[in-house]
């Protein structure tokens, strides 16, 4: 029969013919394939178990489940990868088994089995609110993340009882599932109650204002994170009431949570906030490389606010500090405001070249003619940094004026210059 020897094929050594025959079991129709495909998911060679797991996920039969679990072990990514999608074609009757293999203690596994029930989907909802109540806290807590990234509506209330867990990881994962799902009633005051650090801020990420008080409490959380995210949170939601707050946050001793902060002021976009902004810009360390992350924060906050921090941005232009002054002249440029033309046009005159190199940059955005002879000007700086920007600036602009100039600056002793003059100049003939 043809079925027996397919069979002995499997055993065969050479991996195309036992590839061949999990191809063909898999193309028949009769429930004794099942076994044979599930002994093929060990075979030595990778395709084999690839192509058998791939089998048993079209033909759908759950004897195949605790195997395939077994399987997202396997040393081979694609293996796992196709295992993985094996159980999503199974759907409703793998449900069971994987909620029961969120005990495995690898990540790696849990999250492939996480995805296989989000993918599962609404069949998976009513049996995942069951392991909500598994004596297992892996369970539970994998149980919450699946249930977040489903986003069925029935979960919400599960989800709220399991804050009264009394694992943090768990009263973490269901406050996360909840942000997730972003269901209303999750941000009533007696369930933020319940919860704090990142679970008030995966709350917070609702956008409902109830969530605002215990959002305000984490920006005080011994943990650095949870203050990041509690800033990022308040800012998505918005309310003016929090500007203080988040002002506060500005002086926090971690870079990542001032950068958070100026972050959520930039999205609130409230002119209270201009000048604690701009001195934040004059306390930054810029000794720390990776704080430019602060930095940049706090010039794309004061972007985001506009027209109210033009003048108090002019005024930075003669901070002692040149960093400051570069920081202002960037936001400047970047905002558009006609006032600050003149300003920049002096600025190209700084004493330091990062200032004027910045104001260079900024003028070639304005799009305003009057800085045409102020750029050409600057097109012969002492510094090659100014004069590459100069150079990028005038191609921006779009005016035939500095067509001799650029010409004249291709023979630049930098190279750095020699290139922005021959793109500026490329521009220049496309217009």
Do not use: C
């Amino acid at each position: 029969m043809e079925f027996e020897r397919i069979i002995t094929h499997l055993k065969d050594d050479n991996s195309n013919v036992r590839r061949g025959a999990v191809i063909a079991l898999g193309q028949i129709k009769d429930a004794r394939v099942v076994e044979p495909l599930i002994e093929a998911l060990k075979d030595k060679d990778r395709f084999v178990r690839i192509d058998a797991a791939g089998a048993l996920g079209n033909i759908g039969d759950a004897r195949a489940v605790e195997p395939l679990i077994k399987a997202l072990k396997d040393e081979d990514s694609i293996v796992r990868s196709i295992v993985e999608e094996a159980l999503e074609k199974v759907g409703e009757p793998a449900v069971e088994y994987l909620i029961e293999a969120l005990k495995i203690r690898d990540w790696r596994v849990g999250e492939k089995i996480r995805v296989a029930l989000e993918k599962i989907g609404a069949p998976a909802v009513e049996p995942l609110i069951e392991a909500l109540k598994d004596e297992d806290s892996d369970i539970r807590s994998g149980a919450a993340v699946a249930l977040g990234k489903i986003k069925d509506a029935r979960a919400v209330e599960p989800l709220i009882r399991v804050l009264k867990d009394g694992g943090e990881i768990v009263r973490r994962t269901s406050a996360e599932a909840l942000g997730e799902i972003k269901n209303a009633r999750a941000a009533e005051p007696y369930i933020v109650a319940l919860v704090r650090g990142r679970a008030a801020v995966a709350l917070g990420n609702i956008g409902d204002k109830r969530a605002i008080e215990p959002l305000i409490e984490a920006l005080k959380d011994e943990d650095s994170n949870i203050r990041r995210d509690a800033a990022g949170a308040l800012g998505n939601i918005g309310d003016k009431r929090v500007i203080d707050s988040l002002i506060e946050a500005l002086k926090d001793e971690y870079y990542g949570v001032r950068s958070s902060a100026a972050e959520a002021l930039g999205n609130i976009g409230d002119s209270q906030a201009v000048e604690p902004l701009i001195k934040a810009l004059r306390e930054e360390d810029r000794d720390v490389g990776v704080q430019k992350n602060a930095v940049l924060a706090l010039e794309v906050a004061l972007e985001k606010i506009g027209e109210p921090a033009v003048e108090p941005l002019i005024e930075a232009l003669r901070d002692e500090h040149h960093y400051v002054r570069s920081s202002a002249v960037r936001t400047l440029g970047k905002i558009g405001d006609s006032r600050a033309v003149e300003q920049l046009i002096k600025a190209l005159r700084d004493e330091h070249h990062y200032v004027r190199s910045s104001a260079a940059e900024a003028l070639g955005k304005t799009g305003d003619s009057q800085a045409i002879d102020p750029l050409l000007e600057a097109l012969r700086d002492e510094d090659s940094y100014v004069r590459s920007s100069t150079a990028e600036a005038l191609g921006n602009l779009g005016d035939k004026r500095a067509v001799d100039p650029l010409n004249e600056a291709l023979k630049d002793r930098e190279f750095l210059v020699r290139s922005a003059a021959l793109k500026a100049l490329t521009s220049l003939n496309e217009t």
